[in-house]
């Protein structure tokens, strides 16, 4: 038996899988998150703690007797927790929704220019874990000089089960201190925030133990001692690996708050897009770009409020959308209402329409943006060949269905919720089989998934999709 832990910013969330990847047991535990002022998001890195020793020991006593092999970690990135020599926690979790170190990281990327971000970390810009070391540096003066320590909450919960901090380079690469090229921290830009290399996580390959599971954690959750931990791996890129996204022309596609591309390739790019992150894939031999749109479910929850559908079930929003026609009966909507250079808008309203063109047409508008973004990757050489689709919205049919006809790809569903903790299972199945080809075990271990082809809609929304882009370039 394998476990994947999955460090999430609002839960946290654990898997019990046999070696094949059939998931036999699950738990989770919600974290909360804290306003700071008008900006500031911290939390509790005890409380994450607790969570973690909670859904381990759930899943553990699931386990029925039967040996577990290994813990794989997947974690949010980016979360820093600044720590004393001893790893005593220095004061709260900063999130990586903290906006505080914003203005500090955008100077530094305006000094150096995108140029200079994307060389050395992969990035075009500053990031929030660069903005966030700057201010606390002028703000709490000696609190970011050894010998403190620099955190985050993958590797202090790894550490708390093994003895030993320790993440991957995808983890290091969300926080913006990677570089990709050198397969390590950069050291120009560890020198430019004044940071010692020894200050940061170990920097280990995802398929190399962190350690072994502490004998009084393994008493406390119910588990054997010893038993390997792995280092902290990106959520992102833990869910690439338990939905299979592990071929060049892959492109993992998160349906959440916020949608969230993937896409894997088999050489080292520049990043397409100010917004995009660069890294070294957890497979061998192949590299991911991320792609965040910024909305997503928070637009479609956003038009859910708005038609006043408030509480109806998803079979109830998927029946209205389901009762429209593809191009929503001439609604269009441009899915921007997060701060940003472009507004967001709703267009084309006639009093025959009603909440089912609305619902659907957010929809498409969010599939258009998707299709942009799918095109900045292709533009620049890229290959997307599959979308891979995970979250809430892969278990309709409607979206799914606008998603393939938009894009004109065909779109893999994927059954599992817990993508990111399945992957996670996959990283420990790696420490178990360490000859292993992880592309393999992924394969092996991916939840089932059902296909949607582009279908007869996709005319119309190739028509449409052309209109949508002509609208931006004005």
Not at 184 to 195: H, K, S, T, V
Not at 230 to 250: E, F, I, K, N
Not at 385 to 393: E, F, V, Y
Not at 407 to 420: A, F, I, N, Q, Y
Request: glycine letters at 12%; one cysteine or more; a negative charge.
């Amino acid at each position: 038996m394998l476990i994947g832990l999955d460090l999430g910013t609002t839960n946290v969330k654990a898997v019990l899988t046999e070696p094949g990847g059939r998931v036999v047991a699950r738990a989770a535990a919600p974290v909360q998150t804290c306003a700071v002022g008008e900006h500031g998001v911290e939390q509790d890195i005890e409380e994450i703690w607790r969570s973690a020793l909670a859904v381990l020991g759930d899943v553990a006593r699931r386990a029925e007797g039967t040996q577990v092999q290994a813990v794989g970690v997947s974690s949010q990135a980016g979360a820093l927790q600044m720590l004393g020599p001893d790893c005593e926690p220095l004061g709260r979790v900063i999130s990586w929704l903290d906006g505080r170190g914003r203005p500090w990281g955008d100077r530094l990327g305006d000094e150096l220019g995108p140029e200079w971000f994307a060389r050395h970390a992969g990035h075009p810009v500053g990031g929030l874990t660069v903005g966030q070391l700057l201010r606390l540096r002028e703000e709490c003066p000696g609190l970011v000089e050894p010998p403190n320590l620099i955190g985050f909450v993958g590797d202090v919960i790894v550490g708390r089960l093994c003895g030993r901090r320790a993440h991957d380079a995808t983890s290091l690469s969300l926080c913006v201190l990677y570089n990709p090229k050198l397969g390590a921290a950069d050291p120009d830009l560890l020198e430019l925030l004044g940071i010692a290399p020894e200050q940061l996580p170990e920097l280990l390959p995802a398929r190399q133990a962190a350690g072994g599971l502490l004998p009084e954690v393994a008493e406390t959750i119910g588990l054997p001692a010893g038993i390997p931990v792995s280092t902290a791996v990106h959520d992102q890129y833990a869910a690439a690996l338990g939905c299979g996204a592990v071929h060049s022309g892959d492109v993992m596609f998160g349906a959440g708050t916020a949608w969230v591309l993937l896409a894997v390739a088999d050489r080292l790019a520049e990043p397409v897009a100010p917004h995009a992150f660069v890294c070294r894939h957890v497979a061998d031999g192949l590299y991911g770009q991320i792609l965040s749109m910024g909305n997503g479910g928070s637009s479609f929850d956003w038009a859910v409020r708005m038609t006043g559908l408030d509480g109806a079930q998803a079979e109830e929003l998927e029946r209205l959308m389901a009762s429209v026609p593809a191009g929503s009966g001439g609604v269009r909507f441009w899915p921007f209402l997060t701060p940003g250079p472009r507004a967001g808008r709703l267009a084309g309203l006639r009093l025959r329409h009603e909440r089912g063109h609305v619902l659907r047409a957010v929809v498409e508008g969010l599939a258009m943006e998707l299709a942009r973004h799918l095109r900045s990757l292709t533009d620049a050489g890229a290959s997307a060949a599959r979308l891979l689709m995970c979250g809430g919205a892969a278990a309709g049919t409607v979206t799914p269905q606008i998603v393939a006809g938009v894009t004109g790809l065909p779109v893999d569903c994927l059954l599992e919720t817990e993508v990111s903790a399945v992957g996670a299972a996959v990283v420990a199945r790696c420490l178990v089989e360490p000859t292993a080809n992880p592309v393999d075990l992924a394969q092996e271990m991916s939840p089932p998934s059902r296909r949607i082809e582009p279908g007869t809609q996709a005319p119309t929304y190739r028509r449409l999709l052309s209109e949508y882009l002509a609208s931006l370039e004005g």
